[in-house]
Every structure is written in structure tokens, then in C-alpha cells.
């Protein structure tokens, strides 16, 4: 069974960073990209970005370069993304989701809650 | 970038009533569209990839239609548990979603 099982909800201070992850079961996962999705409370969804875990290829929305950093780690099947220097229009869910063959988020992780307050 | 235009925002309809969901792309995006379900409180599901390609064991009430710049998404025949929040993908260029369309029972 694919399972997708992210960190717990982080509160966080604005101007600090946050590193959170996806660890990934019942598949292989240098096989498949893994993408990353935000979630504004009440809004629609915003593409992050991907990455290609077993060629280390990252692509982003232009938006969130210098944002969001992806990374992945072979070793442990897991899937991070760090977000740099907070601000509350950073608190949202974020989601990673697998993409599977030509395209589409077949399986999704379910959610991390990023708050930023002080 | 490639923008997705999706309508309505906002639905509602009754038990039964067949219920399409429209998406319209700035520019051909081919058949690279797809349709997520997302209920209250849950991660977003795939139903629809790839215009017309029913995902895993999705209801078969669900089709999806269209090329280029122009797709829907139909409900043949509404059910309670549809109620929902939908949103279109492109992944042909680039990644976009749709603003999305609330649906609720009448």
C-alpha cells in the first residue's frame, strides 16, 4: 500500500525557517517525482514544486524559488522542504503528493500545518 | 505561465442531478488535465487524469471530457458523499491548479 506519512504541525516564528517531510512507503521511491503543494486556510491550491529523488532534480513554481528548498533522501525514502524566512502568509497546510506516470498526484500525504506567529 | 480558469466557483445542486464542473486553460495544454476531489479537512484525491482517465477505484458517475483549452468534469448522477471542493491541474506546462469549485447538496 503507498503511504505517504508527513511531520507533525509545526508552529514557527516569523523569520525563522521550517524543515518538514514526507516519508514514503509501499513503493519505490527513487521511481517517481514528488511534488509539493500549499494550502492557504479556506483557499485553493498553489504548486510548490518537485523533485526528481533519484536524480536530484528540483523544479519550482517561480513564486516560491528562494522560498522553498526541496531535497530528497534516498537512505530513509524520505522527501523534505524547507521554507526560509517566514512570514504569515506562509501559514498554510502543505501537502506532498507522488506523481504517477505522465503527470498526475496520484498519492498525497496528509498535510502539515504551518502556523507563524509570534 | 499557464493560467486555469475553472467555474463555477460555487455549486449547488440536488440528489441525482447530473453536475459538470468547467476548467478553460490560456493556452493548449493537450490532454494533460486533471480533476482532484477534496472534502472537508482531507488531503485533495485524484479522480480524473489525463481528460478521461478514471483513477483507481473512483465511482464510474465521474467522467472527464475536453482537449486543448477546454475541459469538464461531469457527475452523472449526484451523491451525498460528492460534496465537496473540486479542482482542475494542468501538467503540460508547468503546474497549475484551478481557484476551484465548492459543491453542495440543494
Known amino acids: 500500500e503507498v503511504k505517504l506519512q508527513q511531520s507533525g504541525d509545526e508552529l514557527v516564528r516569523p523569520g525563522a525557517s521550517v524543515k518538514i517531510s514526507c516519508k514514503a512507503s509501499?513503493?519505490?521511491?527513487?521511481?517517481?517525482?514528488m511534488h509539493w503543494v500549499k494550502q492557504r486556510p479556506g483557499q485553493g491550491l498553489e504548486w510548490i514544486g518537485a523533485?526528481?529523488?533519484?536524480?536530484?532534480?528540483?523544479e519550482y513554481n517561480q513564486k516560491f524559488k528562494g522560498k522553498a528548498t526541496l531535497t530528497a533522501d534516498k537512505s530513509s525514502n524520505t522527501a523534505n522542504m524547507e521554507l526560509s524566512r517566514l512570514t504569515s502568509e506562509d501559514s498554510a497546510v502543505y501537502y506532498c503528493?507522488?506523481?504517477?506516470?505522465?503527470?498526475?498526484?496520484?498519492?498525497w500525504g496528509q498535510g502539515v500545518m504551518v502556523t507563524v506567529s509570534s | 505561465d499557464i493560467q486555469m480558469t475553472q467555474s463555477p466557483s460555487f455549486l449547488s445542486a440536488s440528489v441525482g442531478d447530473r453536475v459538470t464542473i468547467n476548467c478553460k486553460a490560456s493556452?493548449?495544454?493537450?490532454?494533460?488535465l486533471d480533476w482532484y476531489q477534496q472534502k472537508l479537512g482531507e488531503a485533495p484525491k485524484l479522480l480524473i487524469y489525463?481528460?478521461?482517465s478514471l483513477h483507481t477505484a473512483i465511482p464510474s458517475r465521474f467522467s472527464g471530457s475536453g482537449s486543448g483549452t477546454d475541459f469538464t468534469l461531469t457527475i452523472s448522477s449526484l451523491q451525498p458523499e460528492d460534496v465537496a471542493t473540486y479542482f482542475c491541474?494542468?501538467?503540460?506546462?508547468?503546474?497549475?491548479f484551478g481557484a476551484g469549485t465548492k459543491l453542495e447538496l440543494k
Open positions: 503528493a507522488r506523481e504517477k506516470k505522465a503527470g498526475p498526484l496520484d498519492y
Open positions: 509501499g513503493y519505490t521511491f527513487t521511481s517517481y517525482s
Open positions: 523533485i526528481i529523488p533519484i536524480i536530484d532534480t528540483t
Open positions: 493556452q493548449n495544454i493537450n490532454k494533460y
Open positions: 489525463n481528460t478521461n
Open positions: 491541474f494542468q501538467h503540460n506546462s508547468g503546474n497549475t
